[in-house]
């Protein structure tokens, strides 16, 4: 054992003997992320470094307090990436808080979502034990898969020391289009599209100046996207500025997420993709994954409203960012039998309360 994670676990032990709170932290750039943050921070950037890379086998493991942008550079390096583009939300973002937070960015609904890609991970429980989990290969799991459990729980099993990611080559051809339409002939398209032989990538629609537009980015082989394009139409986009817009829609950086006057929330709506134009008051929603992921500005007292309308869809509703004085919970009430599982896997990882108190159960 090295010493940074050396001093990790020993503060975890000591922290677990005087049931001190502690604050798992990597580069602070989800900090909004969740329900409180409780107890003193536990930082975990010492834990740096890529410690295995095979491009050839497309698996990397990482320590959780490597920052993510040198982890895609390496990738980068190789022609491969994370094809589930976890946002950053800062420069400071690392790979266990992409593990951690379990978020994913625009092609999540055609590649999969941050817990379908990673394959083993090592973790130092609330009693200071370190314990590995998985592997580097997907047929590795017997039973219960606990890596893929770490992905958005929000540090609240443990500290996350190291993790293994399969990672893909990056496609080798790339198209984005834009399609002037409406919110609902939007959603007509991309559930029509949806059942096409089409590289969909990944979709954005939202309205900007009054006018609602719909983008489209197509990746795979040269001759699929191509034939693509030539079917679809739209207005092909220079890729390199869509390059930029899409990493802006990632890191929520589109002008759409600014101009409020402070009081309104940022609520993300998980709704199947089928679902039709939900009657919430405000400005137009941003749309994402394909008609699955819908992103609102309303006061955050529109809380009950909001979450009937979600689960009436099929879905359910998050308070993504909210102001500092709301109180309202962030996540959507669990069912009794989900909340027993998260409560029991807690009090076996963690049997002295002492990770990320209330940060993803308010009263946990």
Not at 177 to 198: I, M, V
Request: contains cysteine.
């Amino acid at each position: 054992m090295d010493s940074a994670l050396h001093q990790i676990v020993e503060r975890i032990r000591a922290a677990g003997t005087d049931a001190t709170p502690l604050c798992i932290r990597g580069g602070g750039t989800k900090d909004f992320y969740g329900e409180a943050l409780h107890g003193d921070f536990l930082d975990t950037t010492s834990l740096t470094g890529i410690t295995s890379y095979e491009p050839s086998e497309l698996v990397v493991t990482a320590r959780t307090g490597t920052p993510l942008a040198e982890l895609e550079a390496v990738l980068a390096e190789k022609g491969q990436c994370l094809p589930f583009e976890p946002p950053h939300f800062g420069p400071a973002g690392t790979v266990g808080g992409m593990v951690a937070a379990g978020l994913s960015g625009p092609a999540r609904a055609s590649v999969g979502a941050v817990r379908d890609y990673v394959l083993g991970a090592t973790l130092v429980n609330g009693r200071g034990d370190v314990l590995r989990f998985g592997g580097q290969v997907m047929k590795n799991v017997a039973g219960y898969d606990v890596s893929r459990v770490l992905a958005g729980s929000l540090g609240t099993l443990g500290v996350i020391a190291e993790v293994s990611l399969k990672v893909l080559p990056v496609a080798p051809a790339e198209a984005t289009l834009e399609f002037a339409c409406s919110q609902a002939d939007a959603l007509r398209l991309l559930n029509e599209w949806g059942g096409r032989p089409l590289p969909l990538n990944a979709s954005c629609w939202f309205e900007y100046g009054g006018a609602g537009a719909l983008y489209l980015r197509l990746r795979g082989a040269v001759a699929a996207v191509e034939a693509a394009c030539t079917h679809l139409g739209g207005e092909r986009k220079d890729n390199a500025r869509a390059a930029a817009d899409w990493q802006a829609l990632r890191d929520q950086q589109l002008p759409w997420f600014d101009g409020s006057d402070g009081t309104d929330a940022l609520w993300r709506l998980s709704v199947p993709q089928t679902a039709p134009v939900l009657a919430i008051d405000g400005n137009a929603p941003l749309i994402e994954w394909h008609g699955a992921q819908r992103w609102y500005k309303a006061p955050p007292d529109q809380a009950a409203r909001i979450r009937e309308i979600a689960r009436a869809a099929g879905g359910h509703a998050t308070l993504f960012r909210a102001p500092a004085s709301s109180a309202i919970p962030r996540f959507d009430a669990l069912s009794a039998p989900i909340a027993r599982i998260h409560r029991a896997l807690m009090q076996e990882f963690d049997p002295h309360r002492i990770f990320n108190r209330g940060r993803l159960l308010a009263d946990a």
